[in-house]
């Protein structure tokens, strides 16, 4: 079993649309979360971390349900320079961050 | 960004041949790891290091091997390079350890083996 599962899209939508990606892990003594973004032949860059009381940043909220063990990053009003693949991170043992194969969103004028 | 640079960004290599990709950073990090990345699969740690000298396996760590001589350096050596691994190499570094601080990667080196 994957430590972190994403649903691999791809997610086509228009712009301006509001669109919600989720992931779910499996270890629950995870300690840390994040989002990243990767563009076509780029490295992952972090987008934001996902604290235990969600948190918004600009136009993206992420969101984390301990107890369901997932992790959700909404973005609303979605702009043509949104697509890209999507990376949840999931981080125990400190040293050891596992990525989810990532979500594809591709916004469509 | 944390000022990774990775060499060579591209390489085309014979099977059976050794591989040295370095990752280079100037931002004093402890921590460094070496991420492979293929279709399906996401990115996968090989080895990872949390100090000078100070290495360990990840989950995909057969035929691969690492040194780290410098806080700044860290190499991936492929002993004897087979078709299963070609695919993007990602280095990636981290402060200090702390649930906040997450990590940054470099711009990832092409591998191809033939």
């Known amino acids: 079993r994957k430590e972190v599962e994403q649903d691999p899209g791809p997610f086509n939508v228009p712009e301006g649309a509001t669109v919600a990606f989720n992931c779910t892990y499996s270890?629950?003594?995870?300690?840390?979360f994040f989002w990243y973004r990767q563009d076509c032949r780029k490295e992952p860059k972090l987008l934001m971390s996902v604290y235990s009381s969600g948190n918004e940043d600009g136009r993206f909220t992420a969101q984390l349900n301990r107890a369901s063990q997932y992790i959700s990053l909404l973005i609303r009003d979605s702009k043509l320079s949104d697509s890209a693949t999507y990376l949840c991170v999931v981080n125990y043992n400190f040293n050891k961050f596992y990525f989810g194969s990532g979500t594809k969103l591709n916004v469509k004028p | 960004d944390a000022g990774i640079t990775q060499s060579p960004r591209h390489k085309v290599t014979e099977t059976g041949t050794p591989v040295t990709l370095r990752c280079h950073q100037t931002?004093?990090?402890?921590?460094m790891y070496w991420y492979r990345q293929d279709p399906g699969h996401g990115l996968r740690l090989i080895h990872y290091?949390?100090?000078?000298?100070?290495?360990d396996k990840g989950e995909v760590s057969d035929g691969y091997s690492v040194s780290r001589s410098k806080t700044e350096d860290f190499l991936l050596t492929l002993e004897s390079a087979t078709s299963s691994q070609t695919s993007v190499y990602f280095c990636?570094?981290?402060?200090?350890?702390?649930?906040?601080?997450?990590?940054?990667f470099g711009e990832g080196s092409w591998l191809t083996v033939v």
């Open positions: 931002e004093n990090h402890r921590y």
């Open positions: 270890n629950s003594a995870s300690q840390s």
């Open positions: 990636a570094s981290r402060p200090r350890q702390g649930l906040r601080n997450t990590i940054y």
């Open positions: 290091s949390y100090g000078v000298k100070d290495t």
